[in-house]
């Protein structure tokens, strides 16, 4: 409160300019995105770029009607990205709180394991991976891409968790314990309700690394498993690409996904560095 | 789930004997999850360490020949991934750090600014949850040299050309691209790392007489400087994780411009189907992960965070 008015006024015109500079270099792609899903095929492609324009929903009838339906597109990425999430919260909350509450020696070693884990290069898994699935027949499958998103999320999601029960004061658990729950009973009722915010953060951020994911699906995907990423992809063709489509693919993509991690914003930050730094 | 077989009625009254279980129980809760996660990364990890000594054989199942060290010799007499090796490093520095740099600029304006400093954030956060996949095709959108946004901005003051098409100028368009996405992950970083700068640190600076320049320099970059390393080293990271913006964009060209080595690994996989090859490139990359990965738990150890 009292230091922003202490900031000299030349300093604070300087500051506004710069926020405003930002804002226009990270909305500016955006709303163009948005805007240009809207306009027919000419207005699209105009040489001279056109803010004003009639508005047509054409790009996204086209996208639910004729051959290209983006319908089972929508479907296979909410499979996917959803199952995995699921299931990496699930093992992921339960192995956390063991991995937070535990004293055994090798822990640090666990730990690392974890995270390195979390952090492989996804070039670098998905080439095992590849040949791994291809003799399991998992390629061109829900459970393949699944599998495939869990080598991240779970990790991610067993190391989250544990730190957000790291932040649970170990009192309570240890008053539950006295009062007579089991272990159990101490994580289910009294730990866990305490992390509801960690949960929610955990599983958004999960749904959106995996709905974002492009590498996996190019090389897992077929006809029965392909993911929103790859139908926009597959919009550039060598006989051109139609940018009205692919704008309104773009959209429908990333909003969703906009909306979820602005929903829980204000855990991002510990969310985003794995624990290592906690916001507000 | 053993423990719960010894456990005695639940009417009992607690019992002292609950110290011993204690391990049992967290290493219970573990298992299932540890069990899933060494299926998921061991055996791939020993399926690429495999792969990068035999010729694998895809057709008529899968099939391994050993190869020797056929291919690590390979790995070490490669000049064009040396070259892919040195614009992998030059991408990396780059794009960390001008988002570092960018990001750390913009957190230090957002939290002078009080009034709508959260509206303003939460917009410029979008970024970063668009798909890499969408963040490329979108790039190409607006560089298009006969319809894009920017190459008309630019035609405006004077640049004319295919900015996709030019070497340098592809290879600036994919960095800023990724600044685009990313720069607001350091913001969001170092703006947690402001807020929680106490405002007696910064009065006593101002009471010593310290001008708002020096304040900065000498208090709070200093107080900031270890969220600021987990952030460089969580988008370091990242950074080496990703690679789907220049595959959709130049996918390495043109002129091998862009070709950084995860480009690279793909197309000798999956282009060129010489498996054994691509996982002994695979490996170096995954050991200059685990390096960075390394110094991230250094630094959370020295915090006291994973105890």
């Keep these: 409160m009292s230091h922003v008015d202490r900031t000299p006024g030349r300093a604070r015109v300087g500051i506004l300019l710069i926020v405003a500079i930002g804002l226009l270099w990270t909305l500016v792609p955006l709303l163009w995105m948005a805007l240009s899903s809207f306009k027919s095929a000419g207005d699209v492609t105009a040489a001279e770029p056109k803010l004003f324009f009639e508005p047509t929903l054409r790009n996204y009838q086209r996208l639910f009607s004729g051959a290209n339906n983006l319908g089972p597109y929508i479907w296979h990425s909410m499979l996917a990205a959803g199952i995995s999430s699921v299931l990496a919260l699930i093992v992921g909350t339960i192995a956390g709180y063991g991995l937070s509450t535990t004293r055994m020696r090798g822990k640090k070693h666990v730990a690392f394991w974890i995270i390195s884990t979390r952090m492989a290069p996804i070039a670098v898994v998905v080439l095992p991976l590849f040949l791994l699935f291809r003799g399991a027949g998992l390629i061109d499958s829900i459970p393949g891409l699944v ?52 949960l929610v953060t955990t599983f ?70 794995l624990g290592a730094v906690t916001g507000e | 789930m053993t423990t719960t077989l010894e456990t005695p009625p639940r009417t009992d009254p607690p019992r002292p004997t609950r110290r011993r279980p204690r391990l049992g129980f967290s290493a219970g809760m573990m298992a299932p999850g540890i069990v899933l996660l060494a299926i998921l990364s061991i055996v791939p990890l020993l399926t690429i360490i495999a792969m990068s000594f035999s010729r694998v054989r895809l057709l008529g199942g899968v099939g391994f020949d050993g190869a020797g060290l056929t291919y690590w010799v390979r790995l070490f007499t490669d000049i064009d991934l040396a070259m892919q090796w040195v614009r992998t490093i030059v991408f990396f520095a780059l794009t960390v750090g001008l988002e570092m740099l960018l990001g750390l600029i913009f957190a230090l304006c957002l939290w002078k600014l009080m009034r709508g400093r959260n509206a303003i954030l939460s917009l410029f956060l979008l970024p970063m949850f ?9 790039g190409r959108f607006l560089t298009d040299s006969t319809f894009g946004l920017y190459s008309w901005l630019l035609g405006l003051i004077g640049y004319q050309g295919d900015i996709l098409g030019g070497q340098y100028s592809a290879f600036a368009a994919v960095v800023a691209m990724d600044i685009w996405e990313w720069t607001p992950l350091i913001t969001l970083i170092a703006l947690a790392g402001l807020t ?34 987990v952030a460089l080293l969580i988008r370091s990271m ?53 390096a960075i990965a390394r110094a991230f738990v250094g630094v959370l150890e020295r915090k006291g965070l994973t105890r």
Excluded at chain 2, 130 to 138: D, E, S
Aim: glycine share 8%; net charge negative; aromatic share 12%.
């Design chain 1, 147 to 198: 599998l495939a998103y869990l080598t991240f999320n779970l990790p991610f999601a067993i190391w989250l968790m544990s730190a957000f029960f790291t932040e649970v004061p170990a009192a309570l658990q240890e008053s539950a314990l006295v009062e007579g729950c089991t272990r159990w009973q101490a994580f289910w009722h009294v730990v866990l309700p305490l992390t509801k915010s960690g």
């Design chain 1, 204 to 273: 958004v951020l999960c749904l959106v690394f995996s709905w974002n994911d492009y590498a996996f699906a190019l090389v897992f995907g077929g006809p029965n498993s392909q993911t929103l990423p790859i139908a926009a992809d597959q919009l550039v063709t060598q006989t051109g690409i139609d940018w009205g489509q692919l704008t309104a693919i773009g959209t429908i993509v990333v909003l969703p996904m906009m909306l979820a991690g602005l929903a829980v914003r204000r855990w991002l930050v510990t969310g985003l560095t």
């Design chain 2, 130 to 138: 668009v798909a890499p996949v969408i963040v490329g095709l979108l």
């Design chain 2, 196 to 229: 929680s700068v106490p405002a007696s640190v910064r009065e006593a600076a101002a009471i010593d007489g310290a001008n708002p320049w020096q304040t900065l320099r000498h208090v709070i970059l200093p107080s900031i400087s270890g969220v600021l390393l």
């Design chain 2, 238 to 290: 990242d950074a080496i994780r990703y690679f789907d913006i220049i595959a959709v964009t130049t996918n390495g060209g043109p002129a091998d411009a862009t070709k950084v080595v995860p480009i690279r690994l793909y197309e000798t996989a999956f282009r060129f189907f010489d498996l054994g090859y691509a996982a002994a490139i695979g490996l170096v990359m995954l050991a200059v992960t685990i």
